[in-house]
Each structure stands twice: as C-alpha cells, then as structure tokens.
C-alpha cells in the first residue's frame, strides 16, 4: 500500500461530549490505492462542504504539521493530568477486497505487537507501567472505514507524552510483523471473526 496522505478526524463520544482527557490528540493516516483515493477525494470534498456549514467547536486547536499531518488539539480539565492520544487511520473493511478481508484489523492486533521502536509488547508494558489498563485506557478499533487506536497517559511524567507520541508515529509507519506474533495473532482475528 502506498502512504499517500495524512489527515485526521475527530472522534466525539455518543450524544455528544469530548472522550475523557486534559488533552485530546488525533492524528491520521490514509493508506490507499489510486482508485481508492478518488473516492476519499470526493467524500473529503463532501465533508468540508458540510464543514462550512456547521458550528465548530472553538475549544479545538486544529493545525498541520510541515510534512501535512493534520492534529487536533483539545484541553479538557478532568480527569486532572491525563492526556488522551488518538490515531485514526483510514483503513477499514469497505478498502479492502475480496483477498483483503480483514487485513486492518489483522494489522491493529499487529501494532499492539512490535514497532520499529517498541519491541514485542514493549508498548502494553509501557503504557501498562504507568497505569494504564487494556481496554479502559488502551484500546483500538476497526470499523468499514477506519482503524481507531486511543490511549490515556499521565501528564505528571515528562516521558510519556514524547513516548506517547513515538507510539503513535511507529502506528503510522513502524509496525512489524514478527513472525511468532503474526502465529499468536491470527487465531484471535480469527476467533473475532
């Protein structure tokens, strides 16, 4: 697949309300093919029209980084010294093919397994160091059209928000398939499956 653009979305709670943090951080990455990206074009092109048009909220910093990610910033004062990290990455079920079937979600199981930076399960056990519980505090998601990964970190520790943000950058582009967690993996997406 070929990197070819990198934004991101907000991701807003049921009825409402921003997820639980002091500071709400999402980063995107699209992974798509050329045909792939028309559609995207468009359905982008369609968002921003609706955009236009609706209130945003004033309390979001939005901006994009010199390589084009775009961020989204947003400070929230409870839980106090807490920091919520996001990346949505569009890659979901309604990109894939026939051959593909469930290959995003394979690839969010992958990424909780080794980076480029996070040996095997070095980042369950980071963040895990810190307090931090699978599913309450870590999780993913991947839905037709996107892989949602989230995780909260104290903000009272002055490596885990650079550390953070190493995990969400090795998301983007860093994810390796060991060959044993690639084995460990595939019977659980199968079994989700």
């Known amino acids: 697949m070929k990197l070819y653009q990198m934004g991101c979305n907000l991701v807003r709670r049921p009825f409402g309300g921003w997820r639980r943090g002091v500071v709400a951080v999402c980063l995107a990455a699209a992974f798509t093919t050329p ?46 010294q807490r920091a919520e990290l996001r990346l949505a990455v569009d890659a979901g079920s309604t990109f894939e093919d026939s051959t593909q079937r469930g290959l995003a979600h394979f690839v969010e199981h992958m990424a909780f397994n080794g980076t480029t930076h996070f040996g095997r399960l070095e980042i369950k056990r980071y963040l895990e160091s810190m307090g931090m519980a699978f599913g309450a505090d870590v999780n993913a998601e991947t839905s037709h059209s996107a892989t949602v990964y989230r995780f909260t970190i104290p903000t009272d520790r002055a490596d885990a928000l650079p550390t953070g943000v190493r995990i969400l950058a090795d998301w983007v582009h860093g994810v390796t398939f060991d060959s044993a967690a690639v084995e460990a993996e595939r019977g659980i997406v199968m079994g989700e499956w």
């Not at 990206?37 to 209130?55: E, G, K």
């Not at 910093?61 to 839980?79: A, E, F, K, S, W």
């Open 35 to 80: 045909a792939l990206a028309q559609v995207r074009h468009a359905a982008r092109a369609r968002a921003a029209a609706t955009a236009d048009t609706l209130p945003g909220d004033t309390a979001v910093t939005i901006g994009t980084l010199p390589n084009g990610l775009r961020y989204y910033i947003r400070v929230n004062r409870t839980p106090a």
